[in-house]
């Protein structure tokens, strides 16, 4: 089975700034397998990317993915308030999880 | 509107069975594959596993065969997870999800696009 490590497992940033996320595979992936959520306190996860790089519907465009193989990011252009949450990748199984907190 | 919407919080003692739903609504469900995703308190999401409800063609997660099965009644767009002996380990938050597929350039993209409210799963004595 393949194993997704994401990291950091906690990235501290303060609104405006830059984030970018790791996701790494075990072995290759298909970047059509790839997606990434995002999960708020009490809440079901939502869908953000799907096919690695490709925005789900609703999704503003300073959230943006890439990659191939077994390295894939996740990078918010700018942060707002309503972005700190905790954000998951996923080829069938899922990372642990990376936590954005407000610095 | 598209929605799956999920059976209420269940209270259990160990050694007891349970079968939670997710009912789909607003779309084919027949065409969609669901899956079923764990939640333990304070930690990351699992991936299950995930049925076509078309076909009952059910796939799951090496660290779940055997502990739960996943099934659907397409006649009322209902998908299940059951457990027949809970142990307190199963207490979670469980998401149902759909799996969307997109068709874009010759190339299938998929993603989990539509979740449940979710249940929670409590298992005390």
């Known amino acids: 089975e393949i194993v997704l490590t994401q990291s950091p497992g906690t990235l501290s940033l303060s609104p405006g700034e830059r984030a970018t996320l790791s996701c790494r595979a075990s072995?290759?992936?298909?970047?059509?397998?790839l997606a990434w959520y995002q999960q708020k306190p009490g809440q079901a996860p939502r869908l953000l990317m799907y096919?690695?790089?490709r925005r789900a519907t609703g999704i503003p465009d300073r959230f943006s993915g890439s990659g191939s193989g077994t390295d894939f990011t996740l990078t918010i252009s700018r942060l707002e308030p309503e972005d700190f949450a905790v954000y998951y990748c996923?080829?069938?199984?899922f990372g642990q999880g990376t936590r954005l907190e407000i610095k | 509107e598209v929605q799956l919407v999920q059976s209420g919080a269940e209270v259990k003692k160990p050694g007891e069975s349970l079968k939670i739903s997710c009912k789909g609504s607003?779309?084919?469900?027949?065409?969609?594959?669901i899956g079923w995703v764990r939640q333990m308190p304070g930690k990351g999401l699992e991936w299950m596993g995930i049925?076509?409800?078309?076909?009952?063609?059910?796939r799951y997660s090496p660290s779940f065969q055997g502990q739960v099965t996943i099934s659907a009644d397409k006649s009322i767009s209902t998908a299940y997870l059951q457990w027949s002996s809970l142990k307190a380990s199963d207490t979670a938050m469980y998401y149902c999800?759909?799996?969307?597929?997109?068709?874009?350039?010759?190339?299938?993209?998929?993603?989990?696009?539509?979740w449940g409210q979710g249940t929670t799963v409590t298992v005390s004595s």
């Open positions: 607003g779309y084919s469900f027949t065409s969609y594959w």
């Open positions: 096919g690695a790089s």
């Open positions: 072995q290759s992936v298909s970047s059509s397998y």
């Open positions: 996923q080829s069938h199984a």
């Open positions: 999800a759909r799996k969307d597929s997109n068709y874009v350039g010759g190339h299938y993209y998929y993603g989990m696009d539509v």
């Open positions: 049925i076509y409800p078309g076909d009952s063609d059910t």
